[in-house]
């Protein structure tokens, strides 16, 4: 029952949600792994 309530809720939130997955996989993400290769290499 809690898992229905639950995903009841993620699915009303479900575009802003996605739409901050974009985001975060379009410039966060590449950021942070270029990031990480500047401290490795570094």
Same mark, same amino acid.
């Given at each position: ?5 639950r995903i009841r809720q ?5 575009? #802003? /949600?996605? &739409? ?11 950021? #942070? /792994?270029? &990031?990480?290769?500047?401290?490795g290499f570094m």
């Open positions: 029952m809690m898992n229905q309530e993620e699915l009303n939130l479900g575009p #802003a /949600v996605f &739409a901050c997955w974009k985001v975060l996989c379009r410039y966060v993400i590449p950021i #942070a /792994v270029i &990031a990480i290769l500047i401290y």
